[in-house]
Nanobody, 116 residues
Framework: QRQFVESGGGLVQAGGSLRLTCSAPGSAFDMNVMAWYRQPPGKERGLVARIRTTLDWTWYTESVKGRFTISRDNAKNTMYLQMNSLKPEDTAVYFC?????????WGQGTQVTVSS
């Protein structure tokens, strides 16, 4: 069973940057579409960005367009989320998963906290 592992979160001031990393130890990234999700405090988990394996195609939720960049390295079975110009409203636990998500593949997530 594939289990995703997220890393790279932390505490950053507004306007700062972080780079999140997603991997699946022991598994290949053979999913057609991978995605980043986030769950702000007291809210439900939502979709942030998606990326296809074989096509140069990405999708972003409106609130992160122009600030976040999703990418993947299929040879390394790794996916990234470069987050620039961070805002306090980006504070959340960030998760990666395939899209549509596989319920049994959620990892622990990585906490991103943006201070004002």
């Amino acid at each position: 069973q594939r289990q995703f592992v997220e890393s790279g979160g932390g505490l950053v001031q507004a306007g700062g940057s972080l780079r999140l990393t997603c991997s699946a130890p022991g598994s290949a990234f053979d999913m057609n579409v991978m995605a980043w999700y986030r769950q702000p405090p007291g809210k439900e988990r939502g979709l942030v960005a998606r990326i296809r394996t074989t096509l140069d195609w990405t999708w972003y939720t409106e609130s992160v367009k122009g600030r976040f960049t999703i990418s993947r390295d299929n040879a390394k079975n790794t996916m990234y989320l470069q987050m620039n110009s961070l805002k306090p409203e980006d504070t959340a636990v960030y998760f990666c998963n395939q899209y549509p998500y596989a319920q049994d593949s959620w990892g622990q997530g990585t906490q991103v906290t943006v201070s004002s």
